[in-house]
């Protein structure tokens, strides 16, 4: 009888530790909820570019609102018909995204989210009130019963985010305000009205990804910044001619010409993309999105900016720096080796993945017009090496990604690198040959336990090549 309770106590143990591996697996590869607001008009039109970029991305994400908001220069004006009228342009090309992947939604469906903000500017439109159809609707969505984390992405204005927090703050519990806003996730496009410096303040529990100060020094402008040592023609007035707005369909011809900069809020969302690389919740592990660490950073306040930039009062995430060695492909011996330029700054965070992330876009505009043969879709992933593994100092092992596929029976290059900046480890890990599906690699030489992040970067030969990844998580601990 003791054996037989003892078996069962077993088998439940196991029972409980697949069902919590279940649910690690499922959230790793689940959608990300998102919410967007933005400053969408006709005079700066690089939300409306990013806007046809997300809805090619609409199946990979759950969109649950498209909120019109304000900015600094424009708060009175808001242009809700014209995030009805992309959505309009993408429902023409709807039935011809689904040939290539499942989970595109209807117009009709992404027109049910459309809500409009407060034509206020920044915090004149927060307190007693100040409610909007915005403000209710991000209420609501984090009301329903879904464990998920919500994500905000704040592309304009703030103030229809701040009003959301204001009100919950004066109407809930301690308790259930806390509830709610721990299920918030901001990633903020700079800050284009004095509302987010406020919520960072009086909201110091809450995740918040923002690069403060002037536009020049946030981030995201790695996603149009001319970097000598980069191929910079991926994000030229040319490359968005040929490979979006003539000959893609509907969804292309309404891409809007440059006036200023090319989609700067495009990290935003790039950061939520399931593609191996991005982990939403570890902004410092690194992304198609971007690179941050949480710090509290210096802010100028001496400089004189179009918003008044105060001192931050708690830690964010925010600005980080990779220092990035582009390679180059060879014509003989190893196929892949080092470009001659290493670039260091926190844009390169978004910049070095900038072919690839540009790649992705163009071959997603050819699912517009394209049949499934006619066109490409990304490599398939599969590690044989399990996503974290524990190596002591100094061991050589092995690195596994033989599994790897490609659904349109393509080539596949294959290229291992260790994401430095990611982990813990100062010191650099070794791998031989990087450029071949399983690898060796001599873990460092370490005094204490640290953590080593290996990426394998996986690409295909079609057109455009496009790219998919897998991260492997490293601890490293001293040689006893």
């Not at 498209?66 to 429902?91: F, H, Q, S, V």
């Not at 879904?146 to 703030?158: A, F, Q, T």
């Not at 306040?301 to 925010?318: D, L, S």
Request: net charge negative.
């Amino acid at each position: 009888m003791i054996i037989q309770q003892q078996i069962k106590k077993i088998v439940f143990a196991l029972a409980i530790i697949a069902s919590l591996s279940f649910q690690v697996f499922c959230q790793e590869g689940q959608k990300q909820r998102l919410i967007v607001l933005t400053d969408l008009d006709y005079f700066e039109p690089d939300d409306a570019q990013s806007l046809v970029r997300l809805l090619l991305y609409s199946n990979q994400l759950d969109i649950e609102g498209l909120i019109a908001t304000g900015n600094a220069e424009n708060a009175d004006d808001l242009y809700p018909d014209y995030i009805r009228k992309i959505i309009g342009e993408y429902d023409k090309i709807q039935a011809n995204l689904l040939k290539h992947e499942d989970g595109f939604p209807t117009g009709k469906e992404l027109l049910n989210v459309v809500k409009v903000g407060i034509p206020l500017y920044g915090m004149e439109g927060v307190g007693e009130g100040k409610d909007s159809e915005g403000s209710d609707w991000i209420i609501a969505k984090l009301e329903e019963k879904d464990e998920r984390p919500l994500w905000i992405n704040v592309w304009g204005g703030s103030n229809t985010l701040a009003q959301t927090l204001w009100k919950i703050k004066k109407t809930e519990s301690e308790k259930e305000a806390k509830r709610l806003i721990s299920k918030l996730r901001i990633y903020a496009i700079s800050d284009q009205d004095d509302s987010g410096a406020w919520i960072r303040k009086n909201f110091p529990d809450l995740f918040y990804i923002v690069s403060p100060g002037r536009y020049q020094d946030g981030t995201w402008v790695g996603m149009m910044s001319v970097i000598p040592g980069l191929k910079n023609d991926v994000v030229s007035n040319f490359w968005f001619a040929e490979n979006v707005q003539q000959a893609h369909g509907s969804l292309g011809a309404i891409y809007p010409n440059v006036v200023f900069g090319v989609e700067g809020d495009t990290p935003s969302f790039l950061y939520l993309i399931n593609n191996g690389l991005n982990s939403p919740e570890h902004p410092d592990w690194g992304s198609w999105g971007g690179r941050y660490e949480y710090y509290t950073p210096d802010n100028d306040t001496t400089v004189e900016w179009r918003i008044p930039i105060v001192q931050e009062t708690r830690p964010i995430w925010t600005n980080a720096e990779d220092t990035y060695t582009p390679t180059v492909e060879a014509p003989y011996g190893m196929s892949i080796v080092n470009d001659t330029t290493t670039i260091t700054g926190d844009k390169v965070t978004v910049s070095r993945w900038r072919e690839e992330f540009q790649n992705d876009f163009a071959a997603r505009m050819d699912w517009c017009v394209k049949e499934y043969e006619e066109a490409n879709h990304p490599p398939d992933v599969e590690m044989v090496t399990p996503k974290e593994i524990t190596v002591k100092s100094r061991e050589i092992f092995q690195l596994d990604g033989t599994k790897c596929s490609d659904p349109d029976g393509d080539g596949l290059i294959y290229y291992w690198f260790n994401y430095q900046e990611a982990g813990s480890c100062k010191e650099p890990a070794r791998l031989f040959p990087p450029n071949s599906a399983k690898v060796r690699a001599m873990a460092p030489k370490v005094d204490e336990t640290e953590t080593v992040h290996f990426i394998l970067k996986v690409t295909d030969r079609g057109t455009p090549r496009l790219t998919r990844y897998a991260r492997v998580i490293v601890t490293v601990e001293p040689a006893k």
